[in-house]
């Protein structure tokens, strides 16, 4: 009998793994993959550690988790610097006095908040009601069309007026020239990659690999005093009130014989045209070097398509909009009544988690067991 089965060997799964463990508890991980770590998965090709699905940046500002994390590996210096590149022209991201200077050629941050105010102004949003709007009245109509538009329509399949406006506050706007994408105080990548920080998160505990625990739920269930479930909530119920929606996401990766295929880390497509959404050159989250510190001759690329969910894809991005919020609602009262069966992570609780953020949510949720 265990005291926990903990279901998904992401970091939901593996931080209250850990905890748990070492509050004395005894504790099995399964998962129905054939490797830990969940999307954070990182997989050694050519010397050079590949995000398999979908570029990781740790990013902080919460001391604790950064603290908790660096007990485990050590993190790199990355910055996150991504290029956006419109039909050919490049601009700095996240939004910054290098992006107003190349779109409008302005030089000083006055100049820059005249112009946006200007925009704002012209289409007349006030309180904005949705992504487009929000985009507007944070970045002007010119950067909207060009470097969130496509973007955006591409990577969710719907029209920026028909999206939250939270998803495009997550992108800092600064009137500085600083190319740091993320606001975060702590920022990195796991020297070695992410599977080796898991790992590290994980041993001497129980793993169970390719085994699909909703398969065979009540046999499992009889086995622990409680669950923990990671995986999708609509799936633990069988989509008895219907599917939750995803955004999925196919990387295309490709080995190219050459030292630099693009320059940096990561490149958005943000015209409408292209079909890809992004390409990640992922040895430039390690700046080109092998372990020894000797430069890689070859380069993995990956080029990132979105595309709906539907069942037997992965999911990835959970859509927050009104029509899945409600679904989300009831179904989460399903499980609060579900006795002895934690719902966590991303796809537990349907939620557009950061790393960082669901490190702290497993940390929070199972310290009344410490
Ligand atoms: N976004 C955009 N243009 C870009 C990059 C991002 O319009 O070049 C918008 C887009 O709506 C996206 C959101 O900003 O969904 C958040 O981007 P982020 O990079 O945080 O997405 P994630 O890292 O979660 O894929």
């Not at 796809?347 to 557009?352: D, H, I, R």
Request: glycine share 8%; with cysteine.
């Amino acid at each position: 009998m265990y005291d926990f089965i903990i279901i998904g060997a992401g970091l939901y799964g593996t931080v209250c793994a850990r905890q748990l463990a070492e509050a004395g508890m005894k504790v099995l991980v399964i998962d129905k993959r054939s490797h830990v770590a969940g999307n954070a998965y990182t997989k050694n090709v050519e010397g050079i550690n590949v995000h398999i699905y979908g570029a990781h940046i740790f990013h902080t500002n919460n001391k604790a988790v950064w603290d908790y994390v660096n007990k485990f590996t050590e993190f790199n210096r990355f910055t996150n610097s991504p290029v956006a590149d419109y039909k050919g022209e490049l601009y700095s991201l996240p939004f910054n006095m290098y992006t107003f200077n190349k779109i409008w050629g302005v030089r000083t941050p006055e100049e820059a908040a005249a112009k946006i105010a200007e925009q704002r102004k012209i289409a007349g949003v006030e309180i904005p009601k949705n992504l487009e709007e929000q985009a507007i009245s944070l970045v002007g109509i010119d950067i909207y069309e060009k470097l969130i538009k496509g973007y955006t329509q591409k990577q969710w399949g719907r029209a920026c007026d028909q999206l939250p406006a939270f998803i495009i506050k997550r992108l800092p706007v600064r009137f500085t020239y600083d190319n740091n994408y993320f606001d975060a105080r702590y920022q990195g990548i796991p020297i070695g990659g992410y599977t080796k920080m898991v790992e590290a998160m994980l041993s001497g505990i129980e793993i169970k690999l390719n085994c699909d625990y909703l398969k065979d739920k009540e046999s499992w269930n009889s086995q622990a005093k409680r669950i923990i479930y990671t995986g999708p909530i609509d799936a633990y119920f069988n989509y008895s009130l219907g599917y939750l929606e995803y955004r999925s996401v196919r990387f295309e990766n490709e080995t190219l014989d050459m030292l630099n295929f693009q320059g940096n880390a990561v490149v958005n497509y943000t015209d409408e045209e292209t079909k890809w959404t992004r390409i990640i050159e992922h040895k430039w989250f390690e700046f080109g070097k092998d372990e020894s510190g000797q430069d890689i001759p070859k380069t993995v690329i990956s080029r990132e398509y979105s595309s709906e969910w539907r069942p037997g894809d992965e999911p990835y991005y959970p859509v927050n909009d009104k029509k899945n919020i409600e679904l989300y609602k009831n179904y989460k009262e399903m499980a609060d009544n579900e006795s002895n069966v934690i719902f966590g992570g991303r796809l537990g609780e349907y939620k557009y988690y950061d790393m960082d953020q669901v490190i702290d949510a497993a940390l929070r949720r199972v310290a009344c067991y410490g």
